[in-house]
């Protein structure tokens, strides 16, 4: 399969960052079945990393979120009640406590200007199942392979 | 310090960056299932789902009535709008039915959105917001049809099929429970249905293969009562009618996506239920298919299956049953109104679901031949492997889920009708689990096609009077005690007719289409037809020749100057 160089860099073949491209991490979880994660927004690249987030199930995800660019962003957060803002002044920290049942995956991105176009858009992904009590009563099913 | 990061504090609710007011006055508090029962003796609000258990969508309101209907306007709009990157991007629309209480509405959208509105005026008092994976499996778009309230709560179901149950005054979450598998490609758009200590919900996923249910929870805790599945096991009722040595049972479809109408003195609850999957290819389901394309009397405290009548046995067009069971009394009959996508209008004896008389309500029916007492013989259906087949009505049905009404003045129904076909060719797939499984490609008809609004008397099954239009008509519709019926046409106008005559009386254009449940309601004495404009969902299925309309995302609520 082709790559093309160039799309995972500002101001590339692109204008912006191709979507989806970026780094993978993990939410830590704790004793007490609380997620916890640091999500950061580097110098000049208009992202955030990692791009994409695994929780390993639903459940409550405590964020860290940094800005270590020389401009302003913010985060739209999606949550089970009402989606979470938080505006990132340049070289700033804060916090979200979000609630994602999953499984699935959520997109978040900083609504200022174009910075979602540009490559400031994230995944949160939610693995695992559904509780048992809410699966059909049917036996295992052909899953796709590819 | 210079290298110490900013402190920019902890993420907040997106509302409060809003003129939300933050709360609701408790109107929800005194909804007891007493009051439920005789909604329409509260003809200022609309209690529940279709206004009352009986699903005749019928307001006794008579302050706009056909003598001063031209002088309606929009009194409010609310906008809701789209952001950031969610699921169902391009098909989103708004297809709920507002509840009003005591002045106060609550109105679900679409990606989990609620609303609580002042009625009078349309501010905003509070919102909640479910977040819903980007990736979950949608048939037909993403959309919620409404909600229910009861007893201080209110109750939505999600796209990722959970029910939630809300404080009213302030939208926060008080219970949540998951009844759908999303990794198998269940979601949820029904609008719940409050009766006794329970809320009733199903499940949508119709076209994954799932096997459809319906749900009971306790009103209060969330506790699980109840779940009838539509499809049976081998050995149970029904399972005779899907093959004795294979696994079609398992991936059947049959889902409950509708909200079902409720007769409290049989203490029965009237599904629609879905169509049986692979939609278009019978051959790896032979047999009728129970209880598939039927409308299933259920009872409401045990959820067990009492009576049925299947509509369309061993389906091979798509052709959902799952719009409403209108029930009314005729003559000292009890009586249940039901007008399928296959084109017929059935009036059933709701007592056990027998067939009191049949008749066609579409002008093009030639999938197949239906009697008198609802028998069928299918004529014209995909059948060989690659072979293009042509049929009316198409998979959108002559009446899509969009709901007729009914008058008690009149004692006529009033439906709203689509008149296109679709071409299906027959492609054999394997199942595997969360993936489409129709079993054909299928085509609707772009240019060729009709809509109207029609009355038709439920005693002889004629039509009383027809209003066309040169494209489908697919929004539900309200009747009124002051002689209308209102609906609204998918290029966004919003009309009102004659509930005698079928005149167009009035109409205003809300600026994208219709596909949604009108409402009636009274604040201080002046009464409010309330409608959500946002045209979407599954409109290359319905509608593929305003696929290209923009979707608008707003309510209207109109009444009468001072």
Not at chain 1, 63 to 90: E, M, R, Y
Not at chain 2, 211 to 237: L, N, Q, S
Request: with cysteine; hydrophobic share 35%; aromatic share 10%.
């Amino acid at each position: 399969m082709a790559d093309v160089p160039g799309l995972d860099k500002q101001n590339g073949v692109t204008l912006g960052r191709i979507l989806g491209r970026t780094t993978v991490g993990e939410a830590e979880e704790g004793s007490g079945g609380k997620m916890t994660a640091t999500i950061r927004i580097p110098e000049d690249e208009l992202v955030y990393e990692p791009g994409v987030l695994v929780m390993p199930h639903g459940g409550i995800l405590e964020l860290t979120l940094i800005n270590d660019d020389k401009n302003t962003h913010c985060a739209v957060l999606p949550s089970n009640g009402d989606t979470q803002f938080i505006w990132l002044v340049n070289h700033s920290k804060g916090t979200a406590t979000l609630e994602l049942d999953g499984p699935g995956y959520y997109w978040y991105g900083s609504t200022t200007g174009n910075d979602e176009g540009r490559g400031l858009t994230g995944a949160i992904v939610v693995g695992g199942q559904v509780p048992d009590e809410a699966k059909l009563d049917r036996p295992p099913q052909p899953q796709p392979d590819v | 310090m210079a290298n110490e990061y900013v402190d920019a504090g902890t993420a907040m609710r997106y509302q409060d960056l809003s003129a939300d007011a933050g709360s609701a006055p408790p109107v929800t508090k005194g909804v007891t299932y007493d009051r439920l029962l005789n909604a329409r003796d509260e003809p200022q609000n609309w209690l529940t789902y279709y206004g009352a258990y009986d699903g005749q969508r019928y307001s006794p309101l008579d302050q706009i009535n056909a003598s001063n209907v031209d002088k309606l306007k929009p009194e409010w709009v609310y906008q809701v709008g789209s952001m950031g990157l969610h699921s169902g991007a391009s098909t989103y629309a708004w297809e709920a039915s507002p509840i009003v209480v005591d002045g106060i509405m609550f109105v679900s959208a679409w990606d989990g959105m609620l609303f609580a509105l002042d009625a009078q005026t349309g501010s905003e008092l509070w919102r909640y917001k479910h977040a819903s994976p980007f990736d979950v499996s949608l048939c037909c778009g993403n959309v919620n049809r409404g909600v229910a309230v009861a007893e201080g709560l209110v109750f939505m179901t999600t796209l990722n099929a959970h029910i939630i149950a809300l404080d009213a005054e302030t939208g926060n979450k008080v219970w949540d429970k998951t009844y759908g598998d999303v990794r198998a490609g269940e979601s949820a758009t029904v609008a719940p249905l409050v009766v006794k200590d329970m809320v009733i919900v199903g499940s949508s996923g119709g076209e994954f293969g799932v096997r459809g249910h319906t749900d009971a929870f306790k009103r209060e805790t969330g506790e699980h009562v109840w779940r009838c599945y539509m499809i049976p096991k081998p050995g149970e009722p029904g399972s005779d009618t899907w093959p004795a040595d294979g696994e079609a049972w398992q991936r059947g479809g049959a889902n409950c996506w509708i909200t079902p109408t409720y007769d409290p003195g049989l203490n029965l609850l009237y599904y629609g239920t879905g169509n049986p999957c692979p939609d278009f290819d019978g051959g790896v389901r032979e047999g009728d298919n129970l209880y598939t394309d039927s409308g299933v009397a259920v009872d409401a405290d045990t959820g067990e299956i009492k009576a049925h009548f299947q509509y369309t046995p061993h389906d091979l067009w798509d052709y959902d049953s799952v719009m409403e069971h209108i029930l009314f009394d005729l003559d000292g009959q009890k009586l249940a109104a039901h007008f399928d996508k296959n084109g017929f209008m059935y009036i059933l004896d709701r007592t056990d679901m027998s067939a009191v008389r049949v008749a066609p309500f579409v002008d093009r029916i030639d999938w197949g031949e239906v009697d008198e007492m609802g028998n069928v013989t299918a004529k014209v259906y995909p059948d060989k492997e690659g072979d293009p087949v042509h049929f009316w009505p198409g998979p959108a049905g002559a009446k899509e889920w969009t709901h007729a009404c009914y008058s008690p003045k009149t004692e006529l129904l009033y439906v709203p009708v689509q008149d296109v076909g679709a071409t299906a060719t027959r492609r054999r797939r394997e199942f595997k689990e969360s993936i489409p499984y129709w079993g054909a490609g299928v085509a609707v008809d772009g240019d060729d096609q009709a809509g109207y609004v029609s009355a038709y008397d439920p005693r002889t099954g004629q039509e009383r009077w027809r209003w066309t239009n040169d494209i489908c008509m697919c929004s539900s519709l309200l009747a009124t005690g002051g002689g209308l019926v209102f609906g609204g046409e998918p290029t966004g106008e919003f009309n009102a007719y004659d509930d005698s005559s079928g005149d167009l009386l009035w109409h205003f254009q809300c600026g994208s289409g219709h596909h949604s449940s009108p409402s009636s309601y009274s604040v201080d004495g002046k009464q409010y037809v309330v409608a959500p404009a946002g045209w979407g969902g599954w409109a290359e299925g319905f509608l593929p020749k305003m696929l290209g309309s923009s979707h608008g995302s707003a309510l209207f609520a109109f009444a009468l100057p001072d």
